[in-house]
């Protein structure tokens, strides 16, 4: 599958979980989810450090969340990853996103072991942009 039709089958999915995201506006996990948002998406926040993030339910941890998750969004430090990834595997995604920096190898190897679509070190607001919304 060529790189256009890949972003274009990720994007087509609707239900975005962003793990790490912060209620600081100046954070990319909160700017990138928003934006999201914006675009017609469902997003969920994951932050065990808030209830709230705007008016949006903020999720303790993946399990929580009682929808079907599409994609996984990972904002948080490599060292957090492998947890995140086990979490997910019990939710079923069809897609984990490793954000810019985020690169854990054993947790992307559990991942695809376990049939998920890895994406790693790179953006998805960027991609959304080059790919979908292309203003």
């Known amino acids: 599958m060529n790189q256009e039709k890949l972003y274009r089958s990720i994007f087509s999915l609707n239900k975005i979980a962003l793990v790490g995201m912060s ?68 939710i079923r995604p069809k897609v984990i996103w490793f954000q810019d920096g985020v690169v854990n190898y054993e947790a992307i190897d559990l991942a695809n072991k376990n049939g998920i679509l890895t994406i790693v070190d790179d953006c998805i607001y960027r991609r959304h942009k080059v790919f979908i919304n292309k203003t």
Do not use: W
């Open 23 to 90: 209620t600081n506006i100046s954070r990319p996990s909160h700017q990138i989810g928003f934006y999201l948002k914006e675009q017609g998406y469902n997003i969920y926040p994951v932050n065990p450090n808030y209830d709230k993030i705007n008016e949006l339910k903020c999720f303790f941890n993946l399990n929580e969340i009682e929808d079907d998750i599409d994609i996984v969004n990972i904002f948080r430090h490599p060292d957090y990853v492998l947890s995140i990834v086990n979490d997910s595997i019990k």
